[in-house]
């Protein structure tokens, strides 16, 4: 496979006992951890993996507006990301998930689309779950 021009990220992710197990990013420059939940009875204080994957497309539309903003000259002070999954049980999956991003702003609901817009067409995680679940949600100004 050819990675030229291409970003990869590494995790390595180790079960600790029943009730925990723990992920590690290994990529290059980075020192993270992250504990998961992987009891079957649940772990209050620790994501659980379809909460992980709500995470994660929440910080794959922060990050998207942090880095369009600047290219759009957008400005904010602010900005919440709300999820909902709905998860199947034959196949299991998450069958929908719907999404309200909040963002403290003056920019008028034109410049709000077209953050939207830039969002939805140029996030890793975004663009990859929705290829396979139904991906719904609005933006608005707080």
Same mark, same amino acid.
């Given at each position: 496979?050819?990675?030229?021009?291409?970003?990869?990220?590494?995790?390595?992710?180790k079960w600790i006992s029943h009730q925990e197990s723990i992920s590690f990013c290994e990529t290059t420059g980075k020192n993270a951890s992250l504990k998961l939940d992987t009891n079957l009875?649940?772990?209050?204080?620790?994501f659980n993996p379809a909460e992980l994957l709500l995470a994660a497309i929440s910080a794959c539309m922060i990050k998207g507006i942090e880095r369009v903003a600047p290219i759009l000259n957008f400005s904010f002070s602010g900005v919440e990301v709300k999820?909902? $999954?709905?998860?199947?049980?034959?196949?299991?999956k998450m069958e929908s998930i719907e999404y309200e991003i909040v963002v403290?702003?003056?920019e008028d609901q034109h410049r709000l689309d077209l953050l939207?817009?830039?969002i939805q067409?140029?996030?890793t995680v975004f663009n990859t779950v929705t290829s396979g679940t139904n991906l719904? $949600?609005?933006?608005?100004?707080?």
């Amino acid at each position: 496979m050819d990675t030229k021009n291409k970003m990869s990220f590494d995790v390595r992710s180790k079960w600790i006992s029943h009730q925990e197990s723990i992920s590690f990013c290994e990529t290059t420059g980075k020192n993270a951890s992250l504990k998961l939940d992987t009891n079957l009875q649940g772990t209050a204080d620790a994501f659980n993996p379809a909460e992980l994957l709500l995470a994660a497309i929440s910080a794959c539309m922060i990050k998207g507006i942090e880095r369009v903003a600047p290219i759009l000259n957008f400005s904010f002070s602010g900005v919440e990301v709300k999820l909902h $999954g709905i998860r199947q049980d034959v196949p299991p999956k998450m069958e929908s998930i719907e999404y309200e991003i909040v963002v403290e702003t003056d920019e008028d609901q034109h410049r709000l689309d077209l953050l939207h817009k830039n969002i939805q067409q140029y996030g890793t995680v975004f663009n990859t779950v929705t290829s396979g679940t139904n991906l719904t $949600g609005t933006i608005r100004r707080k």
